[in-house]
């Protein structure tokens, strides 16, 4: 490792004492997971107001924040409801029943909606506005704009209205999960009566429309809202109100009696728009009939109602974030081909050469995924040599080389074998789509297994060399997913070692057919060993008490198991350090508990996604094991699903974690640490380390490098 690495590598040493006692036994050795999820948009907000941030990725992140939001109302919020309804009694492991957790889910989801108004109406949209960057309302437009806009009205938008009465012979119409809504006031001129209907903002049309050819936007529905004449034709408009509605969107399969699952999720993705609805959100100034009367038809109570004075729906700020301007962006980053799998010349590199010569460790989005990962799966596709390619996918892309390279090997006639999850979250039409293309140019097309879903990420070539048959294989921590790649971090170990291509033959196998799993010589798989796993190795390090160090990477830590072995670990006196980009319900730092624990997140540029785990100190005389792989440490993952970590060896490839690892305990640029009260608190800059840039800076030194030596 480099010395001005080292330099800035070390984490500050835990503080002692720094909170209140509490029982190793005592529910309150938890955080709320739910509320943790909270506490992850605030970080996402603090970016947003952030003045060092490029303006447009301050955009991005209330995006994203905004998004995250949503999810957590379809799945999580929704999920404590079901279980109200059901009459559910048992509590969380941080021991509150749901009505006691969906009250302080109100709290705090209020806060954070208060904090997003904040940010965009006095933060942003001025900051926009100074950069030549306008949001307007139908109101602020001059005639001109006005009359431009009503031609694009006419010829673009109100063709694709559809306005509904509610009255006697009009049923309230159903309003359709996240769809944004005017709800308008009208009075018959004829007849004076009053009457409440409902049109619905397309989702397909551009959400904020441009002002003729300038950066000056208008939101959709303020288009719609000042037009609305056009709709209700001699009728007096009353008022017209913006309102948006979640409604429950997890997956509920009985899969233990479905002969077909995809015939079953996909009767589940239809059922899903007609989900109980769990949120309302309004724009503020909505009067309090209409909130009653929206309430009365959603079959909502107050306490679901969120009021904003942002435009709903901030998920759509993506549009913006759009934008060609390059100083209002984060600095271009082209990813580097890795320096054993980079080509000489025009000459391409032989993976397969490369891999029985020694394992390669990639690291994306600093490593280029194209380079590293579809070059393997494309040349196996294309080697006559190969006989086989069994892959995984959970999430992928349309622009992902993949799909297409096990297409292309299917129709050589090589054994092809993919297994599409088909109950990934919100990827379901898409991954039902991917299954269909592989499955007609035949290629075997596994589903996943009943109750699991299967998230680990991997990938096998069996290839004929000389006498006997060879396996090639990919274990990641993130998906096969070029767009994915270019924007989160992730780790992939490339490999011709024959045990770790022999435990994912089993891997497969146990996969695609019937059968249990065995025992693997490097792969560690749940729902049966992670867990157990990681005890033993908490466990190891706790006989060496301050001897002992741990130092993990994830993107959540929620399982009871797990945290309570880390609390043994650290009255042992083992020295713990996390890194949790999300959710967290450890309290570090509490004496008798966790002392030796540090936890922080980081959140940047780009998405913190890889799963690694070190056991022991790299430093040490007696070293420390390295694993990376697609499980992190929730119930979910050791228990509901199949993933896997696979050991990382050599001094080159281990020196490559610890310089990550190192400069993720060094960051003080986008890092929050976790007090033993369950508050986050933003590090202070004092050392000026982006584990980010830093790495970014490493990459481009590591190819040049490569290319003076080339030269």
Known sequence: MEADVIATARAPEPERGRGPAVAPDSAER????????????ERLLDLAEDESVPLLERVKFVAICASGTDEFFQVRVAGLKERLAAGVRSRSSDGLTADEQLGRIRVRSL?????????????????????????????GLEEGE????????????FPVLTPLAVDPGHPFPYISNLSLNLAILVADELTGEHRFARVKVPTLLPRFVRVGGATRFVPLEDVIAGNLGRLFPQMTIGGHYNFRVTRNADLALEEGE????????????????????????????TPEDVRQLLLDELELSPDDVYETRAPLDLSQLWQLHGIDRAELHDSPWLPVSPARLAAVGE?????????????????????SFASSVEAFINQAADDPKVLAIKQTLYRTSNDTDIVDALIRAAEQGKQVAALVELKARFDEQANISWARQLEQAGVHVVYGLVGLKTHSKTALVIRREDDSLRGYCHVGTGNYNSGTARVYEDFGLLSADPELAGDLTELFNFLTGYGHQSGYRRLITSPHDVRDFVLRELEAESRLGREGHVTIKVNGLTDPEVIDGLYTASRAGVRIE???????????????LSETVTVRSIVGRFLEHSRVYRFGDPDSARGARHFIGSADLMERNLDRRVEALAPVRGAELTARLDETLALNLADDINSWELGPDGSWRRLPPERGVSVQARLQELTVERARKRWAFEG
């Open 347 to 367: 000459e391409a590199v032989d993976v397969f050469a490369v891999l029985r010569e020694r394992e390669v460790l990639v690291h994306h989005p600093y490593d």
């Open 258 to 285: 479905a002969d077909d699952l995809l015939a079953a999720v996909e009767v589940e993705l239809r059922r899903r728009r007609f989900g109980r609805a769990v949120r309302l959100e309004v724009g503020a100034g």
């Open 111 to 139: 806060e954070v909606a208060a904090r997003q108004d904040h940010v965009v109406n006095e933060v942003l949209v001025p900051r926009l506005a100074d950069a030549g960057i306008e949001i307007v309302s139908w109101a």
């Open 578 to 592: 996390l890194i949790v980009r999300g959710l967290c319900c450890l309290r570090p730092g509490v004496p008798g």
């Open 30 to 41: 938890f955080l709320n997971r739910e509320l943790s999820w909270c506490d992850f948009s």
């Open 146 to 157: 006005r009359r431009s806009l009503l031609e694009l009205f006419e010829r673009e938008i």
